[in-house]
C-alpha cells in the first residue's frame, strides 16, 4: 500500500525524568476513548510489509518466531518489536510502526511464544513480566550484527516487558533506546479495570483468544500439576484474574494472581532504568486506571513519561473517519530515536 507520513510530531526534545504532556489531539469525531481503541484497528488503512519469518530454536526444546521486514538501504539500527497480548506482527500498530521506523532501522518482531499462528511445543507460554525469552533474541542479534545499534520498542503487555527488561539489564543493557506505548504498568489494577463497563468486551475478546490457545494446548500435551484447571473448566475463566490465578501464576512460577502482578509489573522497575526510555500512556485508557500513572520520583533520569488525554489502548490515531491515520506514535517513536541517536554522536 502506498502511504506517506508527514513527519516529526514533537515540538520539543524530550524530558527525561519527568512527565510531560504527549503532543496528541485526538479528532473532534473521535475523542471517545472506545472508539480510539477500536475504530483505528477495523476502519483504518493499514499498509502491507513484507515480512520474512525466521525460526529460531531454544535450548529448552521450543521456539520463537520471529518476522523481518524489508531492511532500508540506508540502516541506522535494529529495532526489535514486541506486541501486547494476543498480538503478531498481524497486529495493526505493528504493521504502522513497522512500516514508518523501517524507512530508516531494520525492524523485526518477536512473537511470543504461541503467537504466531503455530503451537508451541512446551507447557510455558507468556506473560507481562517474562523476559527470558526476548533476553535470547537480543543476545542472537548482538552476535550476528555486532556492529548494529539496538532498540526496541514495546506495545501494552509488550511494553511492560520491556520496562522489566531494561531495569533486570541495567547499566549493561545493550539496547540504546526504548519505546513503550500504552503500558499496563500496574498489573492488578489493570485487570481490575477491564473487568468493569464496556471493557469488558475487550477482556472477553482477549479471553476467548487465550482460552482457546490453552484448550489447543491441553489436547497435546499433560497439563496435570501445571495449572490449577481442567480443560472442561477452562471457560469459566471469566476474567484476567481468574485465568492469571489458575493458569499464568502456577505455570510460571508464581503463588498466584496478586504475587505475578507485584513481581511483574513495570511501574517498580522504571527506577532502574539506565538506558533513554520514553513511555508513552493516554489517561483515558479503557484497559487501565490513574493507578498506572507514576509520579515523578519513580522515574528514573533516563525514562521520560509523555501522557496524553485521549488516545485510548494503542489508538492515537488521526484524520477523518474515511481517511484515519494510525501512524501517529510511529511517528513519535522516530522523533525519538532520532534524537538519542544525535546525543549518542
Known amino acids: 500500500m502506498s502511504k506517506s507520513y508527514s513527519g516529526p510530531v514533537a515540538s520539543s526534545r524530550t524530558a527525561f525524568g519527568q512527565i510531560k504532556s504527549f503532543a496528541f489531539a485526538a479528532p473532534w469525531w473521535a475523542k471517545n476513548r472506545h472508539v480510539q481503541t477500536i475504530y483505528g484497528r477495523y476502519f483504518g488503512q493499514h499498509p502491507t510489509i513484507a515480512f520474512e519469518p525466521e525460526r529460531v530454536e531454544l535450548e529448552d526444546g521450543d521456539f520463537i518466531d520471529l518476522a523481518w521486514a524489508p531492511k532500508p538501504t540506508q540502516c541506522k539500527g535494529l529495532l526489535i518489536l514486541f506486541h501486547g497480548l494476543e498480538g503478531s506482527k498481524d497486529s495493526h500498530y505493528i504493521k504502522h510502526a513497522v512500516y514508518v521506523l523501517s524507512q530508516q532501522y531494520h525492524c523485526v518482531v518477536m512473537h511470543f511464544r504461541g503467537c504466531s499462528g503455530a503451537v508451541n511445543r512446551t507447557h510455558r507460554a507468556y506473560h507481562s513480566g517474562e523476559t527470558s525469552d526476548p533476553k535470547v533474541i537480543i543476545s542472537l542479534l548482538q552476535i550476528r550484527y555486532p556492529n ?27 539496547l540504546s533506546g526504548s519505546v513503550v506505548v500504552s503500558a499496563p504498568l500496574r498489573l492488578d489494577a489493570c485487570a481490575d479495570a477491564i473487568n468493569h463497563g464496556f471493557a469488558k468486551v475487550y477482556q472477553r475478546r482477549l479471553l476467548r483468544s487465550m482460552q482457546a490457545n490453552l484448550k489447543a494446548k491441553m489436547q497435546t500435551m499433560d497439563y496435570t500439576g501445571k495449572v490449577r484447571i481442567s480443560i472442561q473448566e477452562i471457560e469459566q475463566l471469566s476474567s484476567f484474574e481468574r485465568f492469571d490465578e489458575n493458569v499464568t501464576a502456577p505455570l510460571h512460577g508464581y503463588a498466584g494472581a496478586q504475587d505475578y502482578y507485584t513481581q511483574c509489573s513495570g511501574l517498580s522497575f522504571l527506577h532502574a532504568i539506565e538506558k533513554p526510555t520514553l513511555l508513552i500512556h493516554a489517561l483515558d485508557d479503557p484497559f487501565m486506571n490513574e493507578e498506572v500513572i507514576p509520579s515523578e520520583h519513580q522515574l528514573s533520569p533516563s525514562v521520560a513519561y509523555e501522557l496524553s488525554q485521549n488516545g485510548g489502548h494503542v489508538g492515537f490515531f488521526t484524520g477523518l473517519p474515511w481517511r484515519v491515520k494510525c501512524d501517529h506514535i510511529a511517528l513519535r517513536a522516530l522523533d525519538f530515536l532520532t534524537e538519542i541517536d544525535e546525543i549518542k554522536t
Open 148 to 174: 548494529q545499534p539496538l532498540y526496541a520498542m514495546g506495545f501494552s503487555l509488550g511494553g511492560n516487558m520491556l520496562c522489566k527488561l531494561n531495569a533486570e539489564y541495567g547499566a549493561m543493557n545493550p
